[in-house]
């Protein structure tokens, strides 16, 4: 049962050790590098989304909601255009996660909750930077997340 520091230790550990061991089979850009990075970090805190504690639950908010508006804007289009794409995202995001009203530890810590998320992030990243490693980045902060909480519920 990890804190939000020890979460995003944990989540930037078992990446590290994921991209150590399997080093040799991707080359990535910098873009990819940096938005994996904050992947891992945003997927190792995406859980607790639903944490009674304010602070976690407005940084992931926060958190969630920039990384939206920022995957938006990479999107190929008009600045003008991405640029607002960028803010609807984030404001939907803002206000749809400030509306949840669900207990910590439920659904969010589920199985389907996380492949849900993982899924529609990867489809997301892929659509805007044509490449699955920063989905798979997510993937691995959100299960290293469940793991530390030892969290595996299969609602």
């Known amino acids: 049962m990890g804190d939000f520091s020890e979460h995003i230790l944990f989540g930037l550990l078992t990446a590290t050790g994921i991209a150590y061991l399997a080093g040799d089979l991707f080359s990535l850009t910098l873009a990819e590098s940096s938005v994996s990075v904050l ?34 804007f990479l999107v190929p289009a008009d600045i003008g255009i991405r640029f607002l794409f960028a803010v609807l995202a984030f404001l939907s995001v ?39 490693i920063p989905g798979i980045a997510f993937g691995i902060g959100v299960f290293s997340h469940l793991l530390l909480d030892g969290e595996f519920k299969l609602e």
């Open 94 to 132: 803002h206000i749809a996660v400030s509306k949840m009203k669900i207990r910590h530890r439920g659904f969010t810590h589920s199985i389907s909750f996380s492949l849900t998320a993982v899924s529609l992030f990867t489809i997301a990243v892929v659509i805007s930077m044509g490449s699955a």
């Open 39 to 72: 992947s891992v970090f945003v997927g190792s805190l995406i859980p607790d989304i639903d944490h009674k504690n304010p602070y976690v639950h407005r940084a992931v908010k926060a958190l969630i909601a920039l990384a939206l508006a920022g995957l938006v």
